[in-house]
Each structure stands twice: as C-alpha cells, then as structure tokens.
C-alpha cells in the first residue's frame, strides 16, 4: 500500500564529536540496514526512564521511575522463534489491516507531512504513526539489565549535572567547535553567577542500547536527556503487538502475554505529577514547549490528556517565540506565561540548533531557566547528556567522582560502548581500516540521521588533518 | 480554523413519496437551519436499538436491546440552561483544541475527503469526525419515553416484517413508480416462492425523533432498519461530551454527569454476538457488506473491533461486487464468501439505487437472501423500514393488527407525526399553503438530504397534476 512501517527511534543531526563502536552484527534497528521503505520487521531497544530529584524536601529522596519499551523472550542463545520474512502473505496483508485499523482506533498517529496544518491544528491531516508490525525478540536478560541500569543513570545525570566545574571543563573544547553547545554553555555559567539553585530537579530520559550479537552485550548508544520523544506512542505500539499477536499469536508461534507491559506515558505522567505537586501551587501549569510544527503532537498529546484526566494538571503549549513574547517573570521569579503560572517547564523542542533560528527563541531559553519553575530539563541536565559528557564517564576513574556504589558503578560501565573523540589519531586510523565497526555520533541531540562511517569514510581521509570544525561543516554542507 | 462542527445524522436521498408533520419550532437538529458551516450547538435525537429474535430456540423471547444518544436534562418546561452563543470565545477556542485533541487520541475520525485514498485504506487521510461541541440540553421525560419506545417498535417491526402480504399490499403503488422498492419486492416474492423462513432474526435499528416545541410532543421522524450508522463514533461523542464538561462544566453552568451513558456499540456487538452464537459455528464470520468507498469506515470498525476484542468474532469486509463474486451457496443453504462460512450478514450498504450500479450488486443480494445466514436486516426487515411502511401502520386500526397490548399501542401512536401520501390533494393543497408545517420525506433509505417543502413549494405546484414518478424524477435531476 505503499506506507512504511517502522519503529519510532530517535534520530540525531549530521554533526560529530565522538566515536561509538558498534558491530555490524548488532540486532538493534538501524534505519539503514532496511533501504527499501516498504515492510519491516524490527524492534527499538529503548528505556524510558523518569528522574525526579526534590533537594528541598526530601534532600535524599529519588523518585526514579523506570519504564521500558520493548518485547522480551528468555535466554541469550536462542535466535527469533520464526523466520519473520517467511510468514505467508495473505497473513501479513491482514495483520497490516488490523494494525492501521488499530492504529486510528487508538490514537497510534502523527501529522501526514502532505497536509499542510498537520503539524499545526490537531484532528486534521492524520496518518497512522510508523511501527513495526511484530516484536523483535529479544533477550529478557538483557531487558533486565537495561531496566535495572535506568535508576542508576538517573542517579549518574543527577550527580553529575550538580558539579559544574566538571562540565564546564569537560566541554570546554567542544565549546570552540560548537556554536550551540556554547549558546548552553553561556546560559549555565550565568547560573552559576547569580548562583541558581534548582532545588526540585526532573528528568524525563530515554536510554538507547544495542545489542552486540558477538560479544552477547548490551551496549548503550545514547541517554537522552531532553525531549526524549515517543512515551506516549510507544506505549501504544507495545498495545498494538499485544493485540496482534492475541490473534495471530498461535499462526506466528509467538505469545503476547510475553509482550512486557510498557507503562512509559503513564510513568512520564506521574514524574510530572508529581513534580507539579511539590510545586505546591494547584492554578500553576505545565508548559509544554513545543515547535511551531510538530507532526509528531499526538505523542505530547498523550501525556497533557493523562495528565488532565488522571492528575487534573492542565498543560500550556508554547513556542519559544512566544515564550519570549509573552514570558514574564515575576520578582520572586515565578514564571508567567499567557497570564498563567508556570509550575513545570517540558521541553519538546530546544535540543537543536534549528530550534533557535532567533535571538528570541535563546531570550526565552534564558528566561526560563532564570525563573524558579521546574525545568525539565535543566540547562545542566541538558549538558549531561552531550556525548562528550558520556565519553568523559566512560574514561577510568570518572565514575567513581559521582557514584559511592561499586556494583552500580560495575553496572553501567558494562553497557558502555568504547567513545572515541576524533583527537585521537589511532583510533581515527583504526576506524577508516574498519568502518564497520565504529558509528559516528553526533555530539548532541535532535536532528536527521546517524552518521555511519562505513559511508564516511572517504570523506573522512580528505579531512582528517582540519580541524574538528572543519569537518562538521563539510558534512553539514553535503 | 475553517473546520465544520455538526452532530452525525442521519440523512436521506432526495426522493419522496410520503409527507412528515413537523412544526419550524421544533428543537431537534435540522441541518438546513445551520447554513454556514461553521460553529454549531446542537444535538441528535436518535435512538440506536437492537432486535434479536430467535424463533427456532425461544419462539417468545425477544432479545431487545436500547441504547441511546443524548443528554437530557429533567422536566419539559425548563429551557436551555445557557445561552450558547454567548459562550466567552477563548473558552470556545480552548474546548475545540481540547475537542479535537480527543477526537483524534479516542478515534472519533472519519476519511479525509480530500484525500483519494481514505475510504479504502484505513489509517491513511484521516480527519476528526463532525461533531457538536457541546450537548443540547433534552428533557429527561422525552428521553425516557423514546428508551420505552425502543422495544415496542422492535417488536412491531418483526411482527409486521412476517405479515408478508401487508408489505406487498401495502407497497403495490409504490412498486410502480419506484424500481427500487420493485426489486426489494421481488426479491421478497422470491423467498416468499420459496416458502424461505428467517428462525433467527436480527435488526439493528436507529429510530430518529424531532422535539415539537408547541405540542411538546415526541414526534418519530423515521425508523431505520438498514444499515444504520453511527452506533460507533455516537457513543465516542457522549464520551467527548462528559470529557469536556468535566473541565468547562463548571464555567458553562453544565453537569456532565446529566450526560446518560451511551453503549450503543457494545449493544450493536452484544446483539451481533449474541445472533452469531445461535448460529452456532465457531469459526463462521460476520459479513459486513461495505461500500467500494467508506469514509465512515471508522464508525464500522469499532464494531468490528469490539466484536473481535470482546467476543473472538471476526468480521469479514466484503462489498456487493466482491460479494457476486466470491460467495457460494452450498446445497444446505450455507453462505461461504472468500472461503468462510458466514453466520451474519451485516448490511452497511443496500440501502439505495446507487449500491447497485449493476446486476451483480442485485445479485449478491439475492444470493445471501437465500442463504442460511442471519440477515441483518433480512428484505422483510428492510422493507418494514420503507416511509410507505410507516404511513400505513400510522393509519387507524393497523397497530391493532401486529400488536396485542393496548398499552403499547397507545405509546406508539403517541409519537406517530402525521404521514400522508402525495395522493391525498388536501393535504397537498394545505401543504402548498403552509410549506413551513411540512417536510418532504423519501421513500426509502440513504442519501443526501430531505426535501424541504418550504423551499420545494414552487416546483411542487408545478407538478402536482403529474404522476409521482415525474415528480421524483422532477426533483433528481435538479
């Protein structure tokens, strides 16, 4: 029918700083493994996780939450129960059916970019979200573990994003290279000067791992720390494969009571919730900032209808530009925007250069860390979740200046996949002999795509004796 | 922002053959007194029932089912409790954000007319379903006596549906000048030739009710036997309803707990379950018999997916054509279509000329009447459902005929408007005269729109000495 099928993953800007190795064989989903935009079978391994940290209150308290989306099955060693491009045609035409029938029944959807006011006015120009049709299976081991990680790197970004010298000193150099990231820089070091407290801290993440068939690990990819998309269609999409599979199950050989549950929007909810609680003011909103398009609004609808329904916190959507324009604060510093309290700030957008086109959009950045709303996140939780930062946890040592616990910190530097910065000229070396097996990151978030080296590579000899600089821009202007 | 709110009637094709009383003040919603197309407060009086009637197993009992659309709000007297027009207009805004967020999140969506593909793929081109934002207050008192009448007139119409000679007596002058009407009837001399029983009866009605302000009087605008629609997204618009007033309820002066629950589709599906357990094959499927291009196509889904979810029945979709030509008879009177037993044909289409552009339509029509499948409706049913059907019982002495309790009775003609045929030149004449008193009814099902006299006076006059087939044919080609 001519309509892609795919899971939501988060994508990232054509930018690098930092190396990641990975092995061709990894089961992950990789968009570039399926070139042809029809029909796909895959699985996102994503961990939604919710950090809320009030210092005020409950100085010891960590209200982490930790939800995951994905679809297990025991063991290690034992390969997908069926051979997914082998089920009969007549079958996959009819779970397609039902899946897209679902999908509208159930609020599965995202803006069709051919309608214009898609991304503008909601209820018009609807299209079913992309999902895959079936659950990859994947190791309930390495479910565990995952899930087990989010506390603890939740705790990690906490901690870290309290010691300012470290991340002032460990982006100094990126600072030089990267407009944006010293547009962040800027806004923190203000803090640090008027010496800004955040006293209620939240953190709403999403981890992304990849499984190493070789060496039988799970390796993490990223943490994002800002406008971790999809708690609330992934959720669904978990509902949909449950379903699917309550009817076609016995056919596919596949059981859905082996779909693990995925309470990512409701826990996302109760993060916020909660935060807005200990707020402590029952008029206040949550301001959802958001870009003046976005197809994917059914996603962050979710989340203001449960939090409506369920917790009667009503949200305010806002552009940057309008932050701006109708932003004020108050002398306590309060945050008003359209006449309205502001008891949480949601970040959907801001991650991105694009997001700031204007000095207003960066006004209003500043405006609202200055306030005393929750932001969510902060300017330091942002910066926590550059690569540069996960590459300086990764080098010996550093994760003991933030964790007491020995096994936690044993836990994650498990997942942890090498990082490379391109300074480092053996690795540079090693990477252009094989390609496949590292994958270039860019050092922050939002954008198109991941930048693969095994495609980089030739482009990567010409410019491999410039400046970091340099080379970001030659592949920005491709 | 350009989008039409409007409550989901039921309309019909601009043909007449019969003419309904009604007074220009009544308060039931008509969309020609809303020209533009814009915001609109209003409401559907419809009843959604069910019939189930099993004669083989339990010759007495009736399986009746009423489920209803509305709001009410107790006691005649009291007028609306608002001035809806006078609704501050941010709130407005806010609520139709809010309206359209639900729709889309709760799969109150229709196709997309602008979009080629949206009656034949699901989850492609989707846009919210026209809906009223808020309820219109009804009394409590006409909304309980609509409930009552539920059954009766379910009763009435399998009475009736087995008298097969009424229906062909009574039709006779409208066979002549209707080849619609003629081929339904033959079909029923067909079956009547061969002495075909229905033991398992099924009707899924929607009996559609207009308020009269002056007499305060509940007046029957018509009964829908065939392929009613909107049990799906009816209830959905309740729950959007309560879903508001919960929020804007207090600032509107409006309680949404006066909202009456809804259950329209669960009833449909209880019904449809019910029928297909006494037809007793566990893997024979339900026939939705669905046009080529469905916008509505969502409201059916839900049904389907109810049936499926809730009692492990499948739906198989199938138009006329496809039925012509896939579905056999076996020699035990056993439909199969695409290789499925059918226990249930379901009509979502039939109801007029255009589904049946050619003999093969005809065709599958014949072929399933003759079946052992449950038709929903059976061409007894559909026929009972015609305006002429419903002039004849409103004539004095006929109830008496199919119905024993006088009690009942007089609950039934208590609700009749007056119906005259276009034979009657007095009441032509008087109609000529006061066109605002009248409103021009169709023979039988789907379409467009009625025919209003007040607008249709002048052509009236100009072809009242004309046979009614001129008249007819007058009106269509304008």
Redesign the interface.
């Known amino acids: 029918?001519g309509?892609s099928y795919s899971s939501c993953y988060h994508s990232t800007t054509l930018s690098t700083h930092s190396l990641l190795l990975s092995h061709p064989k990894a089961s992950a989903f990789h968009p570039s493994r399926f070139p042809n935009p029809s029909f796909k079978f895959h699985f996102t391994n994503q961990i939604h996780q919710t950090h809320l940290r009030i210092m005020s209150q409950k100085p010891s308290q960590v209200l982490g939450g930790k939800v995951e989306v994905g679809e297990t099955q025991e063991g290690v060693s034992k390969g997908p129960m069926i051979d997914f491009h082998g089920i009969d045609e007549g079958l996959v035409e009819k779970m397609v059916?039902d899946a897209?029938?679902?999908?509208?029944?159930?609020?599965l959807?995202v803006g069709?970019k051919s309608?214009q006011r898609s991304g503008k006015?909601?209820?018009?120009?609807?299209?079913?979200a992309p999902f895959a049709l079936l659950p990859m299976p994947f190791p309930e081991c390495h479910w565990k573990q995952a899930y087990e990680l989010a506390p603890i790197f939740n705790e990690l970004v906490d901690r870290v994003s309290l010691d300012a010298k470290f991340l002032q000193d460990s982006l100094s150099r990126t600072k030089k290279v990267d407009a944006f990231t010293c547009r962040l820089l800027d806004i923190h070091s203000k803090m640090l000067e008027i010496n800004k407290k955040e006293d209620i801290r939240l953190g709403l993440h999403r981890s992304d791992y990849m499984l190493d068939e070789e060496t039988k690990l799970l390796l993490q990819i990223e943490m994002n720390t800002i406008s971790a998309s999809f708690p609330g269609l992934g959720c669904l999409v978990s509902d949909l494969h449950r379903?699917l599979l309550n009817?076609y199950g016995e056919s596919l050989g596949l059981d859905s009571k082996r779909v693990p549950n995925n309470p990512a929007a409701t826990k996302f909810v109760e993060a916020l919730a909660k935060a807005w609680i200990e707020y402590n003011n029952p008029r206040a909103v949550i301001l959802l900032v958001v870009q003046p398009e976005e197809r994917n609004m059914?996603d962050q609808?979710?989340l203001?209808?449960l939090l409506?329904?369920g917790h009667n916190v009503s949200t305010l959507r806002r552009t940057l530009a309008e932050i701006d324009a109708e932003g004020k604060l108050q002398p306590d510093g309060t945050l008003v925007v359209g006449g309205q309290e502001v008891a949480i700030v949601y970040f959907r957008v801001g991650y991105a250069p694009i997001n700031y086109p204007s000095e207003s959009e960066w006004r209003a950045r500043l405006l609202m860390e200055q306030s005393s709303a929750i932001k969510c996140p902060s300017i330091s939780y942002h910066l926590v979740g550059t690569k540069k930062i996960q590459q300086e946890l990764a080098k010996p040592n550093v994760l003991e200046r933030f964790l007491d616990d020995k096994e936690d910190i044993a836990k994650l530097r498990k997942c942890f996949a090498g990082l490379w910065s391109l300074d480092d000229s053996d690795i540079v070396k090693k990477a252009i002999e094989s390609p496949g097996l590292f994958v270039m990151k860019p050092q922050r978030e939002g954008g198109v795509k991941w930048f693969k080296l095994c495609s980089a590579v030739v482009v990567m000899t010409s410019v491999i004796n410039e400046s970091l600089l340099h080379f970001r821009e030659q592949h920005l202007r491709q």
Chains 1, 2 share one sequence.
């Open positions: 029918m309509t059916y897209l029938v679902w999908s509208s029944l159930h609020g959807l069709d309608v006015v909601p209820g018009v120009g609807m299209v079913h379903g009817h059914y609808h979710w203001s209808a409506k329904e």
